[in-house]
């Protein structure tokens, strides 16, 4: 019997061509039992699930992106997760592929460019991640008209 390696209410998305993976939650639950939260600021860090949970709790966001690492595996990765969907407005997808982006040219320690030379990397990133959040949302919308 095979230990399932993320819980039904995350989705998982793989950029191919950078090691590392990136995960849109459409709720908090089970997360701490999958997944490791790591500091934002020292990603050898770990931090605890509840105290991860009390400063989306004490922030009031729709999202938020969080360095992790899955459990089972030892793979690591950003997570984003809806915190509050009643609230959530297309503005906030590209604010979170940002996030999304920056975490992963820290993590492989890759820089962006300058606008004249273009920053295609960094714009294409920011467009995936964008398109995985938003195929999230569609989904998460989809199953709110079903109930």
């Known amino acids: 019997m095979s230990r399932k390696t993320i819980p ?24 701490g039992d999958y997944f ?12 605890s699930f509840e105290d991860m949970v009390d400063d989306i709790d004490n922030g009031g966001g729709i999202m938020v992106t969080c ?9 690591l990765g950003v ?3 809806f915190v509050d969907l009643d609230d959530f407005n297309p503005s906030v997808i590209p604010h979170e592929a940002v996030h999304v982006a920056d975490y992963y040219y820290e993590q492989l320690g890759m820089y962006t460019q300058n606008f ?20 999230t949302v569609s989904e998460l919308k989809a199953e709110e008209y079903d109930d």
């Open 116 to 135: 004249c030379d273009g920053n295609e990397s960094y714009a294409y990133l920011v467009g995936w991640a964008g398109g995985c959040i938003s195929k």
């Open 67 to 75: 360095k992790v690492m899955r459990k089972s595996d030892n793979k």
């Open 79 to 81: 997570m984003v997760i």
């Open 36 to 47: 490791v939260f790591l500091s934002n600021s020292n990603s050898d860090k770990e931090v």
């Open 8 to 31: 039904s209410n995350v989705k998982e998305f793989s950029p191919v061509i950078y090691p590392r993976l990136l995960w849109v939650a459409k709720s908090l639950d089970n997360l």
